[in-house]
């Protein structure tokens, strides 16, 4: 094929001719291997900088440009590189962006003690911490999240774990991405804030941003209109923590997922933390790329269940508080049991009842709060207590209640001790360990045992099934 005319001449400064004796020598042999469109196109805008022995450092117009070259020419490149200046080869890129700021970028294409390509280096680009270089970063994160705030429960013991582990050690841990998935209202959107605000104040991390997906988007588009894709996708790939939150709203989104895949490889090839969130497993999400969907599972994926009922009075406690308001175990007990499935709605019913206090000057009680409640929820429950349940299998019995608490092994004693525990087990949502608790601190491999012996009794019994099903009648009479 004819020779195209190479970019650059041989008028450069004596230190950079070096540079430019190797890439165009590298150009006659990439110009034998593509289209005169493409090598135009993509080769001679590159502008070759700077050799250092083995080293070559090129620039080139955009992060754009850079990426496409990484996906559709790395392998052609590596081969050039290795003939021109050994198998030592090392090509470095600079970045040119519109406003002729630049970031350094790095691959290192070949392994030093190999003279084969090094595949896990191939499309790993490693972004400088030449900070005066970079965008300026708007975090986005709100202060007020944190994890000192963030009440812990068994419903999210393995999120919040997972993610100060990850706060602590953005990139340096297996969960890269952590994903949390969760109903709304359960605390995903305050932990993943928890997680940036810690991660900066720690300096574990020095640029990290919080975005939703529907944020994420709009500027996507915005960027497009505006011709500022490059920018775009500069500074969200120059981050070392990405906290994208609800990720579900990119189905069906094309072109923005396409450019979040290629934000996400290059933050994850680069070493960086990906912390995402959906209202579901990755696995379930419709209308989402399956590239996306096979990178958001390479990591951890972290759920949050709905609070059991110690979780959602101790959330109450911490909310009540914070607000400088008393309220008594008796009004926290019934809106913990009466709100169940949403931590924004328990928070809501503490606002609402500060509120109606305030403006109607009224005492906070027990009655101010059902008038709230009703507000909230269909119907208002008075809460069944393990005490309750305790008192009325003692009055069925004919014990005295203390002897459930107490060390005896008597037949009738021990009875009426599973059966108790069973029907704490059925008829709240207390864990195992605080029903244990409640039955002379006895741990909760006891209450599992009572269940089921109080189970296996039921099969073989007819009398005896149908005193406990009378029991649950009454006791279910009572809340």
Known sequence: MNALPLPLEHNLQPDLQPALDA?????HLIQEHV???SFKTWFQPITPTKLDGASLTVRVPSQFFYDWLEEHYNPLLQSTLVTVLGHEAKLFYVVEAEDSSTIALQTSLFDQDSAKPTAQKEFAPHVS???ELLPAVQHNLNPRYTF????KGDCNQLARAAALAVANNPGGTSFNPLVIYAGTGLGKTHLMHALGNHALASGKAKRAAYVSSEKFTIDFVDAIQSDTVNDFSQYYRSMDLLVVDDIQFFSGKEKTQDNFFHTFNTLYQAGKQIVLSSDVPPKELKGLDERLISRFQCGLTADIQPPDLETRIAILQKKSEDNNLELSPHITDFIAANVTTNIRELEGCLISLLA????????????????????????VRTPLTIEKIQHSVCEHFNIPEDLLRAKTR?????????AAMYLAKELTSSSLKTIGLHFGGRDHSTV?????????????????????VQLRRLLESLK
């Open 356 to 379: 109606r206090a305030s403006l109607e000057n009224r005492e906070i009680n027990l009655d101010l709060a059902k008038d709230v409640l009703r507000v909230v929820v269909s119907e």
């Open 129 to 131: 911490l030449r900070s």
């Open 448 to 468: 599992i045992h009572a269940y089921q012996t109080i189970e296996d009794r039921m099969r073989i019994d007819s009398s005896f099934k149908q005193q406990i």
């Open 35 to 37: 289209s005169s469109l």
């Open 23 to 27: 890439w165009n020598a590298c150009l």
């Open 148 to 151: 000192e705030n963030f009440i």
């Open 410 to 418: 008597k037949q009738e004693i021990v009875e009426a001790r599973q």
